[in-house]
């Protein structure tokens, strides 16, 4: 099987082979979570890392991206540079792993540096009585519409994918599983619409409307309007798809 690795230039050639050597450990590697990737954290050479293992796509997606789409892990590491040459938070990238058949595309890795963060977006979600709730949740709008303005389309633009960190009296934000982007200008509608998988909360739609309105100089009541109904829609079309999944593993498994 071919082996594919493509590091961050700033790395040392003693660097790059522990990176090399986790990976070809990474079964004996304790801890990850993820019901499709795995996630291991770990410490090398005083470095904390995160080790993204993503799961292996079924046939046809291995021909795909064998010979015709770039891999997830690729993807995810261009990205994190891109980002970063941007001004976007996101955590350090330090290579990428891919591994080959002639044929087929079969696992791959995407190495970052881990970052520490006070919380994630689905904090805000959960706990309304958090410090300075709405300051975060105002920042974090703002920081979303700095994206927009860069042309910057974060297609997971959802809970758990924004790490938060304090720093003094403001917030810094950085942007994770980074697989799905697109950099264009954005319509308006676009851009709105970018707020549908964040919350079920009208509360925080109306306030992150509010804030966009401030910032963009777009009508308030349009934008509400235009979030809250993509909100709804991404939650009927989410709630619909958990439906039918249930009912065909009932059908597989009466």
């Given at each position: 099987m071919?082996?594919?690795?493509?590091?961050?230039t700033?790395?040392?050639?003693?660097?790059k082979?522990d990176?090399?050597?986790l990976?070809?450990d990474f079964?004996?590697?304790?801890?990850?979570?993820?019901?499709?990737?795995?996630?291991?954290?770990?410490?090398?050479n005083?470095?904390n890392?995160?080790?993204?293992?993503?799961?292996?796509?079924h046939?046809?997606?291995?021909?795909?991206?064998?010979?015709?789409?770039k891999?997830?892990?690729?993807?995810?590491?261009e990205?994190?540079?891109?980002?970063?040459?941007?001004?976007?938070?996101?955590?350090k990238p330090?290579?990428?792993?891919?591994?080959?058949t002639?044929?087929?595309y079969?696992?791959?890795?995407?190495?970052?540096?881990?970052?520490e963060c006070?919380?994630?977006?689905?904090?805000?979600?959960?706990n309304?009585?958090?410090?300075?709730y709405?300051?975060?949740l105002?920042?974090f709008?703002?920081?979303?519409?700095?994206l927009?303005?860069?042309?910057?389309?974060?297609l997971?633009h959802?809970?758990g994918?924004?790490?938060i960190?304090?720093n003094?009296?403001t917030?810094?934000?950085?942007?994770?599983?980074l697989n799905?982007?697109?950099f264009r200008?954005?319509?308006?509608?676009?851009?709105?619409?970018?707020?549908?998988?964040?919350?079920?909360h009208?509360?925080?739609?109306e306030?992150?409307?509010?804030?966009?309105a401030?910032?963009s100089?777009?009508?308030?009541?349009r934008?509400?309007?235009l979030?809250?109904?993509?909100?709804?829609s991404?939650?009927?079309?989410?709630?619909?798809k958990?439906?039918?999944?249930?009912?065909?593993k009932?059908?597989?498994n009466?």
């Open positions: 071919k082996e594919i690795k493509v590091f961050n700033e790395l040392s050639a003693a660097f082979a990176l090399s050597q990976i070809h079964e004996s590697i304790e801890g990850g979570v993820g019901k499709r990737n795995i996630i291991k954290t770990t410490t090398l005083s470095s890392l995160n080790i993204k293992a993503f799961k292996v796509p046939l046809f997606n291995q021909i795909v991206y064998r010979f015709f789409r891999s997830k892990a690729q993807r995810s590491f990205y994190a540079h891109k980002l970063t040459k941007m001004k976007v938070g996101t955590p330090l290579a990428y792993f891919e591994y080959l002639p044929w087929r079969t696992k791959s890795f995407y190495l970052s540096e881990h970052l006070d919380l994630t977006y689905r904090e805000l979600t959960t309304f009585n958090y410090p300075d709405e300051t975060i105002r920042a709008t703002r920081f979303t519409y700095s927009h303005e860069k042309g910057i389309h974060f997971d959802s809970p994918n924004t790490l960190k304090k003094g009296d917030y810094d934000f950085y942007l994770v599983d799905r982007m697109a200008n954005l319509d308006f509608e676009s851009r709105i619409r970018n707020f549908a998988k964040l919350t079920t009208r509360s925080m739609v306030v992150m409307s509010d804030e966009y401030k910032c100089g777009e009508d308030y009541h934008i509400v309007d979030m809250w109904k993509a909100t709804t991404f939650q009927y079309k989410f709630h619909r958990k439906r039918l999944k249930k009912k065909l009932f059908w597989k009466p």
